[in-house]
């Protein structure tokens, strides 16, 4: 009995250890709130929580509109609203932004302070949940970026200042938007066992408009082919002609099927 109970004091330790430092990380997002969180909450058994990203300037209660109407009856949706914070791509005009962000180019600085806050953030959203639902996150643009650098530090098993990741992604969707640090990623991961076989485990889908102005088609593309190579071996990635910064229904019946048949999603009961 007393090794039990021994056994239990260590995991609760560990846990209150994890909770501390990811609340830590998002209070170090130079002082800024997140914004309401928005839940799209299933309508048949619950086997799946994704947590989606809004773009630049928007919140979370458009795209849980979004995703409220899509028929995948037994996900549960939470769609937080980023900090309002000065961005540098609107020259300090501040908006809602879950990092900063200069000039979408090749040579794109990496706010890594931001996208941690905002990755814990996420991973905390994600903690609640029960152990038998499988838990994912997707987003748009911006919140697609940081969809895919969330991603990283599951396979990475530690965020960019080092501490630890604890949640287990299962999937990982990404519209229009961009791999943060995909220069430093293949090294960072063949530098650890661990890390590619998490990165082999998780199913991930890209889509990019060939017509997008705000996110270039090839950042999209760039993106894809850095985790191919960085060894996460189940990316999928789908162009869409002639398609501009914005999603339409044939991308995200897309979504649909791949998110269904990637969680084994049973369907309404």
């Known amino acids: 009995m007393s090794y039990s109970r021994q056994s239990m004091g260590s995991g609760l330790f560990l846990l209150l250890v994890c909770s501390a430092l990811c609340h830590l990380l998002i ?5 800024y709130e997140f914004g309401r969180t928005y839940v799209v909450r299933p309508k048949g058994k619950h086997q799946a929580t994704i947590v989606w990203l809004h773009g630049l300037g928007d919140n979370g209660s458009s795209s849980s509109q979004l995703l409220e109407s899509l028929p995948l009856p ?4 939470i769609c ?4 309002s914070r000065p961005v540098s ?3 300090g005009f501040p908006c809602t932004a879950w990092f900063d962000v200069g000039e979408i180019s090749e040579d794109l600085h990496d706010d890594i302070e931001g996208l941690d806050a905002s990755a814990a953030h996420i991973a905390n ?3 609640t949940e029960p152990t038998d639902v499988k838990v994912g996150i997707g987003g748009f643009s911006m919140g697609a970026a940081i969809a895919l650098y969330s991603t990283t530090c599951y396979a990475l098993g530690r965020y960019g200042n080092g501490l630890p990741y604890t949640i287990n992604l299962r999937a990982t969707v990404g519209l229009s938007g961009w791999l943060p640090g995909w220069r430093s990623l293949r090294s960072k991961i063949e530098s650890s066992n661990e890390a590619a076989r998490r990165a082999a485990s998780i199913p991930v889908i890209l889509a990019h408009g060939t017509s997008d102005d705000v996110v270039p088609y090839r950042f999209g593309e760039t993106s894809a082919q ?3 190579m960085a060894g996460f071996r189940q990316v999928m990635f789908k162009q869409y002609e002639g398609l501009g910064h914005y999603t ?8 649909v099927h791949w998110l269904a048949s990637r969680l084994g999603l049973e369907g309404s009961r």
């Open 248 to 255: 339409v229904p044939k991308e995200m019946n897309e979504v």
């Open 125 to 127: 959203l994600l903690s």
């Open 80 to 83: 937080p609203t980023a900090p």
């Open 226 to 228: 850095a985790l191919a």
């Open 27 to 31: 209070r170090s997002t130079r002082g």
């Open 89 to 91: 791509l609107l020259g």
């Open 74 to 77: 037994n996900i549960k949706w």
